[in-house]
């Protein structure tokens, strides 16, 4: 955990007024974004969890099939499963090497969203499939349904789900 690096006062969670801190003193999780603004902390990136690298020339909503998409994060997780390397490896990769195992990973995951599967291959890494927004608005705009499009996915899904139900 961070420690302050200088005074700093804060209001910690459960407490209804402000506690001074020291420098040196172990920072509340709650309080780290006020005392970052301030100065009053710097962490140590090293005690940081590791990311995971994914790709510059992907998008962020990878499209599946015709109205599934998974982020690219999740994408970066099926792929860096499968490589079985570690973090720090994996992001050593050179990018055009990285980026074809994406790719791979995208293949794979496109067949399990066409065969109706939620998790590829070994089931190591669960992918919740999720229509991409602007096809279910086309969607419900073809079949002349009534909905807003500051709905969210669910809700336009539902939408088209329950057309033919009248």
Not at 29 to 46: F, I
Not at 100 to 119: C, D, R
Not at 144 to 156: E, M, P
Request: with cysteine; glycine share 12%; aromatic share 4%.
């Amino acid at each position: 955990m961070a420690k302050f690096t200088k005074p700093f006062r804060g209001v910690p969670q459960g407490e209804i007024y402000p506690v001074r801190f020291a420098a040196g003193e172990e920072c509340p999780a709650e309080l780290v974004a006020g005392a970052l603004s301030v100065g009053a902390l710097s962490l140590d990136t090293t005690q940081l969890p590791a990311s995971l690298v994914g790709s510059n020339t992907l998008p962020s909503a990878v499209p599946l099939t015709g109205d599934v998409a998974v982020s690219l994060g999740e994408v970066v997780s099926h792929a860096h499963a499968a490589s079985g390397l570690s973090i720090e490896a994996w992001n050593a990769l050179d990018e055009t090497v990285r980026d074809a195992a994406l790719k791979e990973s995208i293949q794979q995951l496109a067949i399990g969203a066409e065969a109706g599967n939620t998790s590829v291959g070994d089931g190591s890494v669960s992918t919740a499939l999720v229509p991409d927004k602007g096809v279910l608005i086309q969607q419900l705009e073809a079949a002349g349904i009534a909905f807003d499009k500051r709905w969210g996915v669910d809700k336009l899904a539902a939408a088209l789900g329950g057309a033919g139900k009248d």
